[in-house]
């Protein structure tokens, strides 16, 4: 069931990837259409141009997601040994944020996916509660890097995400242990949940200090001198 939620959430994010690209060239011939002597001189150009910023955009967006995710198993396996203090999530909000929903929730999603095959605990039944909420943690993050890009912005996304998705595997781990109530499970977390949040706070401020590389990995650079 692991591998078909993390290939699904692949397929999806191919999918609205590559559409939101066709979008993009159907516009940009529409443009020229409507100026139609540029569109009869430069037909072919028009053309060839949107369908190798397609490729261009594709190629190098799946390449930052996957550095970008890389990033999020390695941070993670490196502070495995201190309890609730992860940069995985974080840098799924990061990604989302800066790369768009879709992006921070194929990296948070697979980040925790993939990385439990390395850390301590491994992979169970709480994997899917860890996925989900660093899925949305990312796909949060992309929806308020929609509305506006600033650090107040990015930190009022990470305290919403790290709360949801400390619900998430809060409800998760209470149904694993169903001996513990599920109350006393959210209790007991609690001082972990805030270390969490804290720790995380921490993390996207710092990982903010990195956006024009990221954009510029992504490529945003060569689509605006287009």
């Given at each position: ?5 993390h ?5 999806v994010?191919y999918t609205?990837?590559?559409?939101a690209?066709?979008?993009?060239l159907?516009k940009?011939l529409?443009?020229?259409i409507?100026h139609q002597?540029?569109?009869?001189e430069n ?5 060839v141009?949107a ?17 970008l995710t890389s990033a999020c198993i390695l ?16 840098l799924?909000i990061i990604?989302?944020f800066?790369?768009?929903p879709?992006?921070g ?9 993939l990385?439990?095959y390395?850390?301590w605990g491994?992979?169970?039944?709480w ?6 909420g660093a899925?949305?943690?990312g ?6 890097g929609?509305i ?5 912005v990015?930190i009022?996304s ?8 400390e ?13 513990i109530p599920m109350?006393?499970?959210?209790l ?5 949940s805030l ?6 706070l921490g993390?996207?401020?710092f990982?903010?200090?990195?956006k ?8 945003e ?5 287009v």
């Amino acid at each position: 069931s692991f591998s078909i939620f993390h290939h699904l959430c692949f397929k999806v994010f191919y999918t609205l990837h590559v559409s939101a690209e066709i979008n993009k060239l159907i516009k940009a011939l529409s443009i020229a259409i409507m100026h139609q002597d540029i569109y009869q001189e430069n037909k072919q150009n028009t053309i060839v141009l949107a369908i190798q910023k397609i490729q261009y955009s594709l190629i190098r967006t799946l390449a930052t997601v996957l550095i970008l995710t890389s990033a999020c198993i390695l941070g993670r396996v490196a502070f495995q040994y201190i309890p609730s203090v992860e940069p995985l999530t974080p840098l799924a909000i990061i990604s989302g944020f800066i790369l768009g929903p879709i992006n921070g929730f194929v990296a948070g999603a697979s980040g925790f996916y993939l990385s439990n095959y390395i850390v301590w605990g491994g992979q169970g039944p709480w994997t899917l509660f860890q996925m989900a909420g660093a899925g949305i943690a990312g796909f949060l993050g992309g929806i308020f890097g929609k509305i506006m890009h600033n650090m107040i912005v990015l930190i009022i996304s990470t305290i919403l995400s790290i709360v949801i998705y400390e619900t998430l595997v809060n409800i998760g781990g209470s149904l694993t242990f169903a001996f513990i109530p599920m109350p006393i499970y959210f209790l007991t977390s609690l001082p972990f949940s805030l270390t969490h949040m804290i720790s995380s706070l921490g993390f996207v401020i710092f990982f903010y200090e990195f956006k024009g590389l990221i954009e510029k990995l992504r490529g945003e650079v060569f689509e605006k001198r287009v």
